[in-house]
């Protein structure tokens, strides 16, 4: 962040979300070009910002969304995402959010249960409409990342198991007013172990090779999201290398004849764009360390205390030598801490703090825990 930059912050009412549209766009310039390189469409992860002035940049980028509520369905529409490139995933849709999405005609649900694919059926047929439907596939792939994001092994309550999925296909192909147009993978969330990608695609191609023993080819796969971002280090990775994680599925991914490959990134593609920056309330001395006291609390930024996530911390009007502190929130719960023992310059009541790489899993989390106002947003241009 420029001089000037941070001068406009310091009359703004702290705590805030920043976003540098300059890197938004330019991260998303490269993850379009590199999935169009390969044919693959892209689906952004609604859930990992949902502010509307984010929506809009990226769906002038030609993506897609890829959503998880009826709620975001509805703000994909409103901020200019066409119906037919939507895709709808969840564990618990209700009969409300699946008449929602028919009504849209969204391009495909994906599904993780018979029950849920009977009352998409059923509503459907009261609509008078066709729902596509993808089966979203627990493929038992550890993904290799921290235990509250990982969604493709056996223990986590996402999608058909394996074992269940000749069935579940059987049984879809068979209701009326459901068409079951492929099949849908998401093994977790910030992967940086590209290897874990390989390893899902022979997963895949192992599925599928078995299918066509039965004579089924599904004109669908999706991969879903995953992939990560370089939280210690967000300059060294300011835009994720997309062309390494969309050559795995182009070298180890057999695709069959027709198919279209489908992605959900959220996180990579809004991740590095936003920080939350924070007032110094105060600094206060312990026995052992000292406390950096911001203005920022656990229900403007949630990570650090739901997943002990990291994000690097910047002084950014302090020059001093450096000093260690352990940076918390004003909320009362010990998990109201955003970074413990880092270096920081000499730090002071009124120096602005940067939390960096927030904007994923960021805005989107926050509440009004303690009745406190919701952080704002600005950008940068
Ligand atoms: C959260 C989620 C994503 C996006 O994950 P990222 O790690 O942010 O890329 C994609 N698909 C589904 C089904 C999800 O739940």
Not at 76 to 104: H, M, W
Request: proline residues 3%; hydrophobic residues 40%.
């Amino acid at each position: 962040m420029n001089i000037e930059t941070i001068k406009t912050f310091q009359s703004l009412k702290t705590p805030f979300y920043y976003y540098d549209t300059a890197l938004l766009r330019a991260t998303l310039q490269v993850a379009a070009q590199e999935a169009e390189h390969h044919g693959f469409h892209l689906h952004y992860a609604i859930k990992a910002n949902a502010n509307p002035k984010i929506l809009e940049i990226i769906q002038g980028y030609d993506i897609g969304a890829d959503c998880v509520s009826g709620n975001e369905v509805a703000r994909a529409t409103e901020c200019g995402f066409p119906a037919n490139r939507i895709v709808y995933a969840g564990v618990g849709k209700s009969d409300e959010e699946i008449r929602l999405a028919l009504e849209q005609e969204i391009f495909c649900f994906n599904c993780e249960s018979l029950p849920e694919i009977e009352v998409i059926n059923a509503i459907a047929g009261e609509l008078g409409k066709k729902a596509s439907v993808a089966l979203r596939v627990n493929p038992n792939v550890d993904a290799h990342t921290h235990h509250y994001i990982t969604t493709g092994i056996e223990e986590n309550k996402f999608g058909f198991y394996l074992y269940d999925l000749d069935h579940a296909i059987a049984a879809s192909r068979n209701m009326e007013n459901i068409n079951l147009i492929g099949l849908h993978f998401h093994i977790g969330s910030q992967i940086t172990d590209l290897t874990v990608f390989r390893g899902l695609c022979l997963r895949v191609n192992e599925i599928q090779a078995r299918l066509k023993e039965q004579g089924i080819l599904l004109p669908h796969i999706n991969f879903g999201g995953g992939l990560g971002i370089n939280y210690d280090c967000p300059t060294c990775g300011l835009i994720p290398d997309f062309a390494s994680y969309f050559q795995v599925f182009a070298d180890f991914f057999e695709a069959q004849p027709g198919q279209q490959l489908h992605f959900e990134l959220g996180r990579s593609l809004v991740g590095q764009c936003g920080s939350l920056i924070s007032r110094v309330l105060y600094v206060k001395e312990g026995k052992h360390k000292k406390f950096v006291i911001l203005d920022a609390g656990m229900n403007d930024l949630l990570r650090p205390a739901l997943y002990q996530a990291f994000h690097r911390i910047e002084n950014l009007t302090s020059v001093q030598p450096h000093e260690k502190y352990d940076i918390v929130g004003p909320i009362c719960e010990s998990s109201d801490c955003f970074g413990k023992d880092r270096d920081l310059p000499a730090t002071h009541r009124g120096d602005l703090l940067a939390i960096r790489s927030c904007g994923a899993y960021g805005e989107v989390m926050a509440s009004r825990y303690n009745l406190r106002e919701l952080a704002g947003s600005y950008f940068s241009e």
